[in-house]
């Protein structure tokens, strides 16, 4: 007969406390294979090797949800992905407290000289207090990654959004080009244009973001952290300014809009990508489906800036606006990219998944199982010459 183990008993071999035994059980990261009449509860010795992952994982830096969707999905090379980003999140810290402690002994040693620049001290207590970001900056980059890769795996027209966005873009008179918003790079990941004697500039208002593009592109690219709504570029700088998918975005339209008329030269070219109402909307669909709760983004993105809306407010801005549709659709047939991809999403959805998501991937194999998934995509890009 196998060993059952009480909470107590499982607490101590995990070296945590009982309280926290209960609390995994309340949110459904770690569940008793027996449960007695007089209430107490039992765990296997497999119960015992997950413990002992949730506590490595947690000690590492995860968050619980991140640790219950690995733990799900037993999936090694997912697991190895994470790993991989949770090592360049701590290289990345490891530097940062480097840096910190620069700082704090330069501080100390005008301590003693009672000369203390106040200046410096602000700036220490700022880095000190960036390490939160750092974390949330690669999270998002994460994020972004797996949304990416769900149309890289199963879009059907062969030639990839961001190569046929960078096809549009006239290069023969663009020396110096401008991108708000530029994530982690992937529009210029297999450029081919001739880099010499150009000036591309790749900006975005995540620290973590760059740093993950510079790491993937090289320093063939210019890199600057940016609000798009103060570019710090004078008036006429750029023959070029891209913004993908990125102005639905943005809190303030209309400033970010200004700003990018600013910087471009009067025969300048602005190319700005939207999605349309039905992009994506059988996923939608299908997690409402499995719980009417669930919402995917939480706002409506295609109706602050959009496909339907987008001509209207770029011609305040441009002369000629052209809208060209990338024409493509999703044929899905795996679960696992399927539920990354939502549980990645901007919405209230991890509110509901994270009790149930042996039940939502059980569901979404049901639903492969009936046939391959159709997404509707519903994108493309406005070119916008002669500046009003």
């Known amino acids: 007969m196998k060993a059952l183990y009480t909470t107590g008993q499982l607490a101590k071999q995990a ?8 609390y995994y059980d309340q949110i459904g990261l770690l569940k008793p294979m027996q449960v007695a009449k007089n209430g107490y509860h ?37 697991i190895s992905e994470t790993l991989k980003t949770q090592i360049y999140l701590l290289d990345q810290k490891i530097n940062h407290m480097k840096s910190l ?27 000190n207090a960036m390490d939160d970001q750092i974390k949330e900056h ?59 004697n150009r000036e591309i500039f790749l900006s975005d208002i995540s620290e973590g973001m760059l740093e993950t593009a510079r790491k993937t592109l090289g320093e063939e690219f210019s890199y600057m952290l940016i609000d798009a709504q103060s570019i710090p570029f004078k008036q006429a700088y750029f023959d070029a300014v891209v913004a993908n998918h990125v102005l639905f975005y943005v809190p303030h339209i209309e400033k970010v809009m200004q700003e990018m008329h600013r910087v471009l030269k009067p025969e300048g070219i602005g190319y700005f990508s939207a999605y349309g109402r039905r992009h994506m909307m059988e996923i939608q669909e299908l997690v409402k489906e499995f719980d009417d709760r669930i919402c995917l983004s939480d706002q409506n993105l295609s109706e602050r800036f959009g496909i339907d809306n987008g001509a209207s407010i770029l011609s305040q801005y441009f002369q000629k606006v052209e809208f060209h549709r990338y024409e493509d659709t999703l044929e899905i047939d795996e679960v696992k990219p399927l539920l990354e ?21 059980f569901f979404l194999k049901q639903k492969i199982l009936q046939g391959t998934l159709h997404v509707t995509k519903d994108a493309g890009v406005f070119i916008c010459k002669g500046k009003k």
């Open 42 to 78: 039992y765990y296997s010795d497999q119960d015992v090797i997950k413990i002992q992952k949730i506590s490595a994982l947690k000690y590492l830096g995860f968050t619980l949800d991140e640790i219950k969707m690995l733990i799900a999905q037993e999936d090694p090379e997912r």
């Open 101 to 127: 402690k620069q700082a704090l002994s330069q501080v100390y040693a005008k301590w003693r000289e009672e000369t203390i620049d106040w200046n410096q001290l602000q700036q220490m207590i700022n880095r």
């Open 341 to 361: 991809y939502i549980v990645s999403c901007h919405g209230n959805q991890n509110m509901y998944l994270n009790d149930r998501l042996e039940e939502f991937q």
């Open 15 to 22: 070296n945590v406390s009982d309280r926290t035994i209960r």
């Open 138 to 196: 690669y999270r998002t980059a994460n994020h972004l990654n797996i949304r990416i890769r769900l149309h890289e795996l199963f879009s059907q027209n062969l030639i990839g959004w961001f190569p046929w966005l960078l096809s549009h873009i006239d290069f023969q008179h663009v020396y110096r080009l401008l991108e708000i918003g530029c994530g982690n790079g992937s529009l210029w990941k297999n450029c081919k244009i001739d880099m010499r």
